[in-house]
Each structure stands twice: as structure tokens, then as C-alpha cells.
């Protein structure tokens, strides 16, 4: 789990690094945020040897707790995140105290193509299955606002443009789809492309505080569009089909 970039000698032109992974081996909480700090530790002294262009942070909205507002920026504070949000916002804030080009790409439920084709997230993959095999779902708040939702393709796709730009960051950025589109529509766009024939329950629950991420900042800084909702569904759904 340790990078041991000294073994690796310097690398002519390395462009950037990615850094996705999270040691959960350790349960202990000191160990958990030790094991994690060192390995992006390693990763940041192995990108200054190699004058890298710029390391990207693929973090989480995890790191923003229990949400209680109807969208979330950047500005919001954290309150109350888990464990895994918590070392998240730890790892971001490793990164400022560094003299290396960095991004914080904050990521929301995120849908690729997995070893484990059966596994049921994040929770829009398991509506998708669910949907595929005909059964009955329920949704709460139908009305909201969602957009909580990108794909391993759209991360790569943004990582790409870094590599040609190389604009200077160091920042935080939410990366979710654009154009929020109400949950009850989704689910009848999804319900409509899989040719299902499942019953959607629609009920309301003020316990369940649901929310929609915002790109705006990351907008303002990036001449890249995100793609919509919609569109991000929509492209997964022709991967999803092929494994099905």
C-alpha cells in the first residue's frame, strides 16, 4: 500500500499523476489516516522528482457530511462526514501545504464498469438493475432536484483536457453531471431506455433531506462542459446493456 517511488527512478515528461485510491485495510482510525496520509505523501514527493504537471485528487462529497441544504458548493462546511469523508478532506488539505499543481476533483455516486458487474452502487446503479429486472422501486421526494452522479468515462474525458491545457489550479472543484433534472423524470428516462415494465412508487420524506451538486465554480474556471444528466445516464446505459 506504501509507494516506494524511490525504486522507481525519475521518468522523462510525466504528465500527471491520479490519485484515486483509499487504504481501508486498517480499521484502527490513527492507523486509517496515517496509512493514507503516507501514501499521498509518497505520490506528492514522487510528482516534485518528476516535475509532474499536475497530481489530480479524486475526492469525494463525502467530505461534506450531512447535507441540509437544497444544493451543495463548494463554500459548504462539512458537518458531521464518516470516516471515509473525513480522510477525504484530510488528503485535500495535504495537498495546499505543498509547492506541486494539484486538483481536487470532488466526486459524486460514480458508474463504471466493474469486476463485480452485479454490485449495486452507487444507489443509481441499483435502480438500474432493478429497473432491468422489472421490479417494483420505490423513490422518496420525486420532485428534487438530482444530479448526484457522473462516470468513470466522464472522469477520464476531464482528465484528458488537464493533460492538453495544463492550466495551473490548486482548488477544489465539485465534478457532477450539469442540468439537475427531477428524480420522478430520471427514473421515467431510465424506465423508458430499458424497456421496463416496473412499478415506480413515488413518496415524500422530510427525513430525507435530498440535494443537487454545484458545478459553477468549476465552470467559471474550466472551458469544459460536463455533460447533462441525461447524457450521462444515457452513455452508460449503452455499457450497461452490453454486459447485461
Not at 493514507?36 to 463525502?62: C, H, P, Q, R, Y
Request: net charge positive; with cysteine; glycine share 2%.
Amino acid at each position: 500500500s506504501n509507494l516506494a517511488y524511490t525504486n522507481v527512478g525519475i521518468i522523462s515528461k510525466l504528465k500527471c499523476i491520479i490519485h484515486s485510491a483509499i487504504n481501508q485495510k486498517n480499521l484502527n482510525k490513527k492507523k486509517y489516516i496515517f496509512s493514507n496520509t503516507l501514501i499521498l505523501n509518497n505520490l506528492i514527493e514522487f510528482g516534485k522528482k518528476n516535475k509532474a504537471n499536475i497530481l489530480v485528487n479524486l475526492s469525494s462529497i463525502d467530505i461534506y457530511g450531512d447535507i441540509k441544504k437544497k444544493f451543495v458548493s463548494e463554500k459548504y462546511k462539512p458537518r458531521k462526514p464518516n470516516l471515509y469523508g473525513v480522510i477525504k478532506h484530510i488528503l485535500e488539505r495535504q495537498l495546499y501545504d505543498q509547492e506541486l499543481n494539484f486538483i481536487n476533483v470532488r466526486l459524486p455516486g460514480v458508474l463504471c464498469k466493474t469486476v463485480e458487474s452485479k454490485k449495486k452502487i452507487p444507489w443509481l446503479k441499483s435502480i438500474i438493475m432493478e429497473l432491468s429486472n422489472n421490479k417494483e422501486i420505490t423513490i422518496y421526494n420525486p420532485g428534487t432536484n438530482f444530479n448526484n452522479v457522473i462516470s468513470t468515462n466522464e472522469i477520464a474525458n476531464f482528465i484528458d483536457y488537464l493533460l492538453k491545457k495544463k492550466p495551473h489550479v490548486r482548488d477544489n472543484f465539485n465534478f457532477a453531471s450539469s442540468k439537475p433534472e427531477k428524480l420522478k423524470v430520471l427514473l421515467s428516462f431510465l424506465k423508458k431506455k430499458l424497456n421496463s415494465k416496473s412499478l415506480i412508487i413515488e413518496k415524500k420524506n422530510s427525513q430525507n433531506n435530498s440535494f443537487y451538486i454545484s458545478v459553477k465554480k468549476f465552470n467559471n474556471k474550466f472551458k469544459y462542459q460536463i455533460p447533462s444528466t441525461k447524457e450521462v445516464l444515457e452513455k452508460y446505459l449503452i455499457e450497461f446493456k452490453k454486459n447485461d
